[in-house]
């Protein structure tokens, strides 16, 4: 049980919750829209965790899925745009494994927070590689708010989005307060610099904003670094959406970096340890 509950806390450290219950409402998002997605997204997740067991990683960090999220998002981005093959889920297992050790070796370099940098260590490089694009049109009919916090999670889909609003829910108000505001602010940011309003249905202008802003509520930075970090992020996303080049969730790291380094700057004191959140 020790290990399942680390793997579903894995699963919703996506969203910075340390709990099973929103990892679970997240996989039954997932497995609405696909189980074959939900099915890889933890054999992944459980890679990742077995891993960080196996290995003796700190046992607080792996409870609380610290070693699972960005495996995780591995396994969902190797279903949408890895080729369609028998092969797919035991690439998410290994890369998976990967993951979790490149997040530790990531935390040895240095006291700061890494956010997704594995998983867009292990699948950005491979999207340009195999020469991703945006698509010129995406589908219509969605609310960009909502998608933008399902896009986090490749899920636009208002069923799956309202699912994993739940999820947020259960860590606090602020939690989904924050979310619905970053995917907003990012997403007028975009579409200021006249980013196809497509995309912002879509959720593509927003997802980055909704992380971002949910990092430094969770960072306990103050109200306004929320604010910045989420026009960051959708200023970052519109250039990379105008360019028409793959991103995943680089405008977010760069963006709440920036934001941590402006603190540290101005002599702010940064705490890189999140709240903890009990079920």
């Given at each position: 049980m020790g290990l399942l509950s680390a793997v579903l806390a894995g699963i919703s450290q996506i969203y910075?919750?340390?709990?099973?219950?929103?990892?679970l409402l997240i996989t039954l998002a997932v497995a609405w829209v696909s189980p074959y997605m939900a099915l890889?997204?933890?054999?992944?997740?459980?890679?990742?965790?077995?891993?960080?067991?196996?290995?003796?990683?700190?046992?607080?960090?792996?409870?609380?899925g610290v070693y699972g999220y960005n495996a995780a998002l591995v396994g969902l981005a190797l279903t949408l745009f890895a080729p369609d093959t028998v092969?797919?889920?035991?690439?998410?297992?290994?890369?998976?494994?990967?993951?979790?050790?490149?997040?530790?070796?990531?935390?040895?370099?240095?006291?700061?927070?890494?956010?997704?940098l594995p998983f867009n260590l292990l699948i950005l490089p491979w999207l340009y590689w195999s020469g991703q694009r945006l698509a010129d049109e995406v589908p219509g009919g969605y609310q960009f708010i909502l998608s933008a916090v399902?896009?986090?999670?490749?899920?636009?889909?208002t069923l799956p989005a309202v699912l994993l609003c739940i999820a947020l829910l259960t860590a606090g108000i602020g939690m989904l307060g924050w979310a619905l505001a970053g995917g907003l602010l990012a997403s007028l940011v975009?579409?200021?610099?006249?980013?196809?309003?497509?995309?912002?249905?879509?959720g593509l202008t927003g997802y980055n904003g909704v992380l971002a802003a949910l990092a430094m509520f969770w960072q306990r930075s103050r109200f306004g670094w929320s604010l910045i970090a989420a026009l960051l992020a959708g200023g970052m996303t519109a250039a990379m959406l105008r360019l028409g080049l793959?991103?995943?969730?680089?405008?977010?790291?760069?963006?709440?970096?920036l934001c941590l380094l402006a603190q540290w700057l101005a002599g702010?004191?940064?705490?890189?340890?999140?709240?903890?959140?009990?079920?």
């Open positions: 910075f919750i340390n709990r099973p219950l929103p990892g890889v997204m933890l054999l992944a997740t459980a890679s990742a965790t077995l891993t960080a067991h196996r290995l003796k990683f700190d046992a607080q960090p792996l409870a609380e092969w797919v889920p035991l690439i998410a297992v290994v890369l998976g494994c990967v993951s979790c050790l490149v997040y530790f070796l990531l935390r040895k370099l240095g006291n700061i927070p890494w956010y997704t399902g896009q986090v999670v490749f899920l636009p889909d975009a579409l200021g610099l006249l980013v196809n309003p497509d995309y912002m249905n879509f793959p991103m995943l969730t680089m405008p977010f790291i760069l963006s709440c970096w702010n004191k940064c705490q890189p340890t999140p709240p903890k959140i009990r079920i």
